[in-house]
C-alpha cells in the first residue's frame, strides 16, 4: 500500500516565524488533503490539493503529483497555529484515506 | 448543518463488553469512514464504505464491524472489547462529486477499555 512520510516529526517556532512541512508519498494518489489537529483533538480541514497550490490567509499548500510531493506553508506563525498537522491521501482506485504520521508543531510566544 | 456527528463523546468500557459507536452526517455525502487514533500517533483506517450498501476493510479491521444503516449512517461495532481498542475514534464522509471530495470529520469518540 502506500506509504505516506511527513517531515520534520517535531518543530518549535517564535511566533512570527515561517515554516514549510512536508507531505511524501510512493505512489499515484487520487487526492490530497492537509488538516490541523489542535490541542484539543479537532481535525480542521486546512487543504484540498491534490494538484497546483492554494492560498487561505498565512497558510499556502503546493502539491507536485508528478514528483509525489506535498508543501504546507505557515507564514508569520501564531500561538494558535500550535498542533498536530497531517497530510492524507486516497488510493487510487479504492477510496481509502492514508494518513502520513503528522508533524507537531509548537509555536511559542 | 451538523456535518459529521458521532456518539457517545466518552466511553468507558471493562473487557469483553460490547458497544457501538454512532455516526451520522447531513452533507449527502456517499463514502463514510472509521478511523483510530493513538495517543502520540496519526489515524489508522478501520473500515470505509464507498457508497451505500458496500463495506470495505482498511488497515486495522480486526475486533470491528461496521454497518452502513442508510446513506446518512455509519455505524462502528466492537463485540468484545480489548484494552488494545483503547483509543480516540473519528468518523469522516466525502462526497464522491468530482472536485469537491475531500473528507470532513466528526469530533470523535474517546474510549477507554480496562
Known amino acids: 500500500g502506500i506509504q505516506v512520510e511527513q517531515s520534520p516529526p517535531d518543530l518549535i517556532l517564535q511566533e512570527g516565524a515561517n515554516s514549510t512541512l512536508r507531505c511524501n508519498f510512493s505512489d499515484s494518489v487520487n487526492n490530497l488533503q492537509w488538516f490541523h489537529q489542535n490541542p484539543w483533538g479537532q481535525l480542521i480541514n486546512l487543504f484540498y490539493i491534490p494538484s497546483g497550490t492554494k492560498q487561505n490567509g498565512r497558510l499556502s499548500a503546493t502539491t507536485v503529483a508528478t514528483e509525489r510531493y506535498s508543501l504546507l506553508y505557515i507564514s508569520s506563525s501564531q500561538t494558535t497555529d500550535s498542533g498536530v498537522y497531517f497530510c492524507a491521501v486516497e488510493d487510487r482506485g479504492t477510496y481509502k484515506y492514508i494518513f502520513g504520521t503528522g508533524t507537531r508543531l509548537k509555536v511559542l510566544a | 448543518n451538523a456535518g459529521v456527528t458521532q456518539t457517545p463523546k466518552f466511553q468507558v468500557l471493562k473487557t469483553g463488553q460490547s458497544m457501538t459507536l454512532q455516526c451520522a452526517q447531513d452533507?449527502?455525502?456517499?463514502?463514510m469512514y472509521w478511523y483510530r487514533q493513538d495517543p502520540g500517533m496519526g489515524l489508522r483506517l478501520i473500515y470505509y464504505?464507498?457508497?451505500?450498501?458496500?463495506?470495505d476493510k482498511g488497515e486495522v479491521p480486526n475486533g470491528y464491524n461496521v454497518s452502513r444503516l442508510n446513506k446518512r449512517e455509519f455505524s462502528l461495532r466492537l463485540e468484545s472489547a480489548a484494552p488494545s481498542q483503547t483509543s480516540v475514534y473519528f468518523c469522516?464522509?466525502?462526497?464522491?462529486?468530482?472536485?469537491?471530495?475531500?473528507?470532513?470529520f466528526g469530533p470523535g469518540t474517546r474510549l477507554t477499555v480496562l
Open positions: 464504505s464507498a457508497s451505500e450498501g458496500t463495506t
Open positions: 469522516a464522509s466525502r462526497s464522491r462529486l468530482a472536485g469537491y471530495n475531500e473528507q470532513f
Open positions: 452533507m449527502n455525502h456517499n463514502s
